[in-house]
């Protein structure tokens, strides 16, 4: 997979299959998430339910191929080893960019998950048609803790059962600390708006702005890596 990944790209820019198919996909995830919107806003719940989903699903296969293997956030933190431009341009423009992107991306990952889980929760489907309730969303202490404990057991057992390499378990850790920062965020938000139909429009639309910075923060990117300039070494 690794060396598939570092093959020549498809675009014709100077960028790696690898770099190619995860802008491609941060397009395509961004294009689902807007359109499930559009339908959204015509109150079409069952379209906007499925786009959504896949959206979703389109995001963590861009999440999994950019960070897993192209490695560009290790590249952004620990030197400028990868970036083809000049110092001033790498500090000033690129440095900026990529900390802003990863940050949208960790928490685009957050909001997202949230969403669709408050989507099936905040919404009824009556006579095959889903629209959102108007009433308080509030989840039992006990089930809220019950739920929280399995997710991490499970993903502690999942953690001991595949993980030989320190790297493996420091996935694992993120995934932790992500769920943990899910499941806060439901608390907080239960007390600020306790509309649940309300608190999915509003966290929705404000999802969606941070997925059109995440389009453009990664388009910045893709052109200053790939095309602007010449990478200096191979990507893998
Ligand atoms: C990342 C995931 C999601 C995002 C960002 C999102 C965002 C939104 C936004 C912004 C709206 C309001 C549209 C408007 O009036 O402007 C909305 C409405 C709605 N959402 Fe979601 N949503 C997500 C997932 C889901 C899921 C998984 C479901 C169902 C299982 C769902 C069910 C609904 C329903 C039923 C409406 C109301 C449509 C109507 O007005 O009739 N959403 N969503």
Redesign the pocket.
Known sequence: MKEFLAKQGFLGTHGTMGADLSYISAVLFTAL?LL??YQ??????NV??SL??W??ITMLAYFTSYYLFRQLGVFALEGRSGFGGPDWVYNNIFTPTITIHILLVTFGIV??IY??????R??VKENGK???KEEALHVKTKNFCITLLSILALLGLLAFIRCSSFRCYIVYLVGFLIVILVFAFEKIMEKVLTNG?KR??????L??IM?LLLLITSTITYLLLYIIYTPQIPEG
């Open positions: 998430f499930g919107w959204g806003k015509k109150h079409k719940g906007h339910h959504t989903l959206g979703m909001i997202a969403l669709i889980v408050l989507g099936f905040a919404s889903r629209f959102l139909a999915h429009r509003l966290l929705g639309k999802t969606m997925y």
